[in-house]
């Protein structure tokens, strides 16, 4: 059964550089079959779009408040998704999911695209 599993996150300063992972324990879901996102949920606020890398191509597609801080990847095999996350400012701070769909081009950012969905990990960036 398909399951996605994240981890890397944790308590960092302003400024500073966390890396996620993420990974179907089932190895059902790759990123050669599922076009794999982040998305991240505050307290308070609603779950919003974060980074996405398409299926096919590898094409990558951001939130504007992460461009250029955050980068989206796969490993070559295509089972674990990643997020590098440079120059952390609090208010990226907040839990973040994994989710796998296979959503058409224009629902890349949406949250409807995606069926599997990780149970997600917390990230703090506070000094």
């Known amino acids: 059964q398909a399951q996605l599993v994240e981890s890397g996150g944790g308590l960092v300063q302003p400024g500073g550089s966390l890396r996620l992972s993420c990974a179907d324990s089932?190895?059902?879901?790759?990123?050669?079959?599922?076009?794999m996102a982040w998305f991240r949920q505050a307290p308070g606020k609603d779950r919003e779009f974060v980074a996405a890398v398409r299926r096919s191509g590898g094409y990558t597609y951001y939130a504007d408040s992460v461009k250029g801080r955050f980068t989206i990847s796969r490993d070559k095999a295509k089972i674990t998704v990643f997020l590098q996350m440079e120059d952390l400012k609090p208010e990226d701070t907040a839990v973040y999911h994994c989710?796998?769909?296979?959503?058409?081009?224009?629902?890349?950012?949406?949250?409807?695209?995606?069926?599997?969905w990780g149970q997600g990990t917390q990230v703090t960036v506070s000094s």
């Open positions: 089932g190895r059902t879901i790759t990123g050669s079959n599922f076009n």
């Open positions: 989710a796998a769909g296979q959503g058409i081009l224009s629902s890349t950012r949406e949250e409807s695209a995606y069926r599997y």
